[in-house]
Structure formats: C-alpha cells, structure tokens
C-alpha cells in the first residue's frame, strides 16, 4: 500500500465498533523505516488527535482498525519528533547520496499493512522511467540519516573509492589520513576522540 491512500481513510476502534476519526496525515520515522503515527481529525473533536503506530493494529483498503485498547492523544509537540516526515515533507524531499550525488526527489513511500513498515522509498520518475513503467526505489535500509530537508542513502561507492585509494597509495609508500581510510575492526570500536595506535601493515 501508498502512503498517499491513507489520507481520508476512516479509523475504526474495534471494541466499540464506532469511527473515531478520518486520517488527515501520517507520520514517517526514515531511519526506523516504519509508519510512526497517523493524524486524524476526530469525530467527535474540532481538534486534532495522533495516533501512535503501536496503536495501530492494520491498515485495510478501506479502513484503519485500531487495537482493542486503542486511543489518540492531544496533538502535541512532545509526540512528534522532529526527524518525523509528514505527506509535506515526504513529498519532494531531496535524496542525495554518501559519495555527494544527487539521487531524486521522493514522491511518496510502499509501506506493510500489518507490521507498518516501509517496504521502498519511491523517486519521483524520469519522462524515460514513466514510459518504460519503471520507478526509482530506495530501501529503507540503505537510509544512512534524514531530516526535514535531504535524506542521504548509502550508495556503496564511498567505501569502495576508499578501499581503491588505499591499495595505490600502499603502492607509492603514502600514508592516508586517518579519516580517509576504510576502518579496520578495532579501528572501528574505538569511540571518537580516542588516540589510535599505528598500523603495522
């Protein structure tokens, strides 16, 4: 499922059978890779409401089924987290990736129904990509951080230029700077700002 369908979609407490709520927003955690909350305008409220995933028990095609003891919650601040994406920040949000190339744009996110997670990413499509029916997709796990302005993913290249500078500088006798080698294992388990012994190799 889209996350642009769920805006409208009614939401159902089960235990009551009664609608409390349509869906108005959505609320996206780009590194946990899941749905995080849903904003609705209730039925019975001028204000809005979140509900919390964990509330959530699925998303249907036609409705969102809350758990048994299910509810929502005051719309506020201290429930939103700001590295959260809504559909307005979601939408057009600018994906670069770790070696400094731009990727695309998102234009919307395939999620789970059951378990609310993010399946893809999905890139706004190329005049060429909308013809062949093909879409840009990133999975959630390639995300390396995101805010409300740029979500970077881990392209791979990165690692792989470092690895290839490393061996020619081996060959000329040059020593890189410690930031611009590939870690080793105990490298890598050393917090920041720690000295590091040198390298026998």
């Known amino acids: 499922m889209r996350l642009k369908e769920l805006r409208g979609l009614p939401v159902i407490d089960p235990t009551a059978a009664r609608k409390v709520g349509i869906v108005t927003d959505y609320q996206v955690d780009p590194t946990g890779g899941r749905i995080a909350a849903m904003d609705i305008n209730p039925v019975d409220s001028s204000d809005g409401e979140r509900i919390m995933g964990h509330r959530i028990r699925r998303v249907g095609r036609h409705a969102v089924i809350l758990t048994a003891r ?55 499509a190329t005049f060429w990509e909308r013809l062949t029916g093909r879409r840009g997709r990133i999975q959630p796990s390639k995300v390396h951080s995101c805010s409300r302005e740029l979500m970077i993913v881990t392209t791979g290249r990165l690692k792989a230029a470092t690895e290839e500078l490393e061996e020619v500088t081996r060959g000329l006798g040059i020593t890189l700077k410690f930031d611009d080698r590939t870690p080793t294992q105990t490298e890598s388990n050393i917090p920041d700002g720690q000295p590091v012994g040198a390298r026998s190799d």
């Open 70 to 124: 299910a509810g929502s919650s005051p719309n506020s601040s201290a429930e939103l987290n700001d590295h959260w994406l809504d559909n307005g920040t979601l939408v057009g949000l600018e994906v670069l990736g770790d070696d400094g190339n731009r990727i695309g744009k998102l234009i919307d996110a395939s999620f789970d129904q059951d378990s609310l997670e993010v399946e893809a990413y999905l890139l706004r």
